[in-house]
Each structure stands twice: as C-alpha cells, then as structure tokens.
C-alpha cells in the first residue's frame, strides 16, 4: 500500500512540468509571425495622417504663432542672442 501511494505520487510529480510546458498544445511561434507583421503594418499606416496638407497647415500655422512671438523672446534674451537673430531670419524669409 505503501509502495503504491508512493508510485502514484511520483508519477503525478514527475508528469506535472511536462504537462505545464505545453499549455497550448503544439503551437509554432513561426506560424504567427506574418500575421504579426501584417498587424503592426496595419497599425502604423492607421497611425499615419492621409492626407500630408493637414500636416503643412498644422506646420504653417505654427510658423506663423512662433514669428509672431519674435518679440517677446527678443525682449527675454536680448537682440544680440544669436538664437533671436537666427529666428527673426527665418521668419523673414518665410514672410512673417
């Protein structure tokens, strides 16, 4: 009886992580790497705007809110700061 209770119980403890390795049954990582892929491409093209214009407008506007803050950073950090005169150069050439 002894013997038997011991059998039974190093069957069930030798047979448990065996049996917690393969949850999933037989599952081969490679067979999901392309749906993978196709899903992040899918993911980062929904991501990216559709229409490029949307982003010039969002771009020039911003211009247009910087230039139009040329004078408080002048009076911030003096007109001899090579930072100011770069950006009133640019937002002269841009026709700000």
Do not use: I
């Not at 993978?36 to 899918?42: D, E, F, K, R, Y």
């Amino acid at each position: 009886m002894r013997r038997l209770l011991l059998v039974t119980c190093a069957s069930l403890f030798a047979a448990a992580p065996s049996v917690a390795q393969d949850v999933l049954g037989p599952v081969n990582p490679v067979d999901y790497t392309g749906a993978m892929a196709a899903q992040s491409a899918a993911n980062a093209q929904a991501r990216r705007p559709s229409d490029r214009t949307s982003a010039r407008r969002s771009s020039a506007s911003r211009t247009a809110r910087t230039c139009a803050n040329v004078p408080a950073v002048r009076a911030r950090l003096g007109a001899d700061d090579p930072k100011v005169q770069e950006l009133a150069r640019l937002c002269r050439r841009a026709g700000y």
